[in-house]
Nanobody
Framework: QVQLVESGGGLVQPGGSLRLSCVVS????????MAWYRQPPGQKREMVAG?????SVKGRFTISRDNAKNTVYLQMNSLKPEDTAVYYC????????WGQGTQVTVSS
């Protein structure tokens, strides 16, 4: 059974950085195109980083992976209040069961 466990979120001031991790079990991520998504309060979930980046995060966010650890990362720099959201990982076709996500709050 596939399980996604996201971590690394928290409260950060504008301009700060965070690195999110997503450990995948039950599937080998080297077989998949992986992506990061986010769901701001009251809004729909959107993809922010995969083979492409959302315009709102280009130049600030970087997706990477460690296939040996079956883990996907999202390095987030120059964070803005509008980056506040619950962040999730999944494959680009969103076929894995969603994890619980990790909350990122950008506020002074």
């Amino acid at each position: 059974q596939v399980q996604l466990v996201e971590s690394g979120g928290g409260l950060v001031q504008p301009g700060g950085s965070l690195r999110l991790s997503c450990v995948v079990s039950g599937r080998t991520i080297s077989h998949y195109l992986m992506a990061w998504y986010r769901q701001p309060p009251g809004q729909k979930r959107e993809m922010v980083a995969g083979t492409k980046y959302a315009d709102s995060v280009k130049g600030r966010f970087t997706i990477s992976r460690d296939n040996a650890k079956n883990t996907v990362y999202l390095q987030m720099n120059s964070l803005k209040p509008e980056d506040t959201a619950v962040y999730y990982c999944n494959n680009q076709w969103e076929t894995f069961p969603w994890g619980q996500g990790t909350q990122v709050t950008v506020s002074s």
